[in-house]
């Protein structure tokens, strides 16, 4: 499996865009690239996931350059309750068998 | 809809009892997910069962560990003799398609205690 690596906290405060970049050198060409939010006291959610290129939804944007060696997950105009530990995930199942591998994520602290 | 629920949401326990975890994945998810969290990391894998069978157990620490899934959805992780080294957080997930990589819709875990 690539190992990544990536920022062990960061402080924002609201209203500002926050960028988390994971690295990861070492990708396969059929990794994904997978990102997940916790909450204090809740299990993972599932935030976004790319191949290439850029991917939106309603919660993130990921940015993916075409080296595919780093990842950035943008959160637009962070609020409180984006304060979460975000975990950055490559693999697929052909290498991955069949579980996630989380690392020890990135604590974002957003302040008032 | 419902998501993923687990009870209890918090145990104690004393060292050396047998202690069970259930997990209710959401319904029609054929796959589902146990992981265990300890404080400031992230969830480690367990064991996954894709329908009734434990499809790969490979994350289980040893065999006092055990989970079943008789009917192809609840699931019972069971730990027999706790150890205080088993304190953490335990975590259920399921997922519609087989595969890590789908998304895993997680439970909000089981707080176990080893006093």
């Known amino acids: 499996l690539a190992k990544t690596t990536h920022p062990i906290s960061m402080d924002s405060y609201e209203g500002q865009e926050v960028n988390i970049t994971c690295s990861h050198n070492?990708?396969?060409?059929?990794?994904?690239i997978t990102w997940y939010q916790q909450f204090p006291s809740q299990g993972p959610r599932f935030i976004i996931q790319g191949y290439k290129t850029k991917v939106t939804n309603e919660v993130a944007s990921l940015f993916i350059p075409a080296d595919r060696k780093s990842s950035t997950l943008s959160l637009p105009r962070v609020s409180l309750s984006d304060t979460a530990v975000y975990y950055c995930?490559?693999?697929?199942?052909?290498?991955?068998?069949?579980?996630?591998?989380f690392g020890g994520g990135t604590r974002l602290m957003v302040k008032p | 809809g419902a998501g993923v629920s687990q009870t209890p949401s918090n145990k104690v326990t004393e060292k050396g009892k047998y202690v069970e975890l259930r997990c209710d994945p959401i319904s029609g998810h054929t796959a589902l997910y146990w992981y265990r969290q300890s404080l400031g990391q992230g969830p480690e894998f367990l064991i996954y069962?894709?329908?009734?069978?434990?499809?790969?157990d490979s994350g289980l620490p040893n065999d006092r560990f055990f989970a079943v899934r008789p009917e192809g959805s609840v699931s019972t992780l069971k730990i027999q003799r706790t150890e205080r080294g088993d304190s953490a957080v335990y975590l259920c997930a399921s997922s519609l398609m087989q595969g890590a990589y789908n998304e895993q819709f997680f439970g909000p875990g089981t707080r176990l205690t080893v006093l």
């Open positions: 995930l490559v693999g697929d199942d052909s290498n991955a068998g069949n579980m996630l591998t």
């Open positions: 070492n990708i396969a060409t059929n990794d994904y």
């Open positions: 069962f894709q329908g009734t069978g434990a499809a790969d």
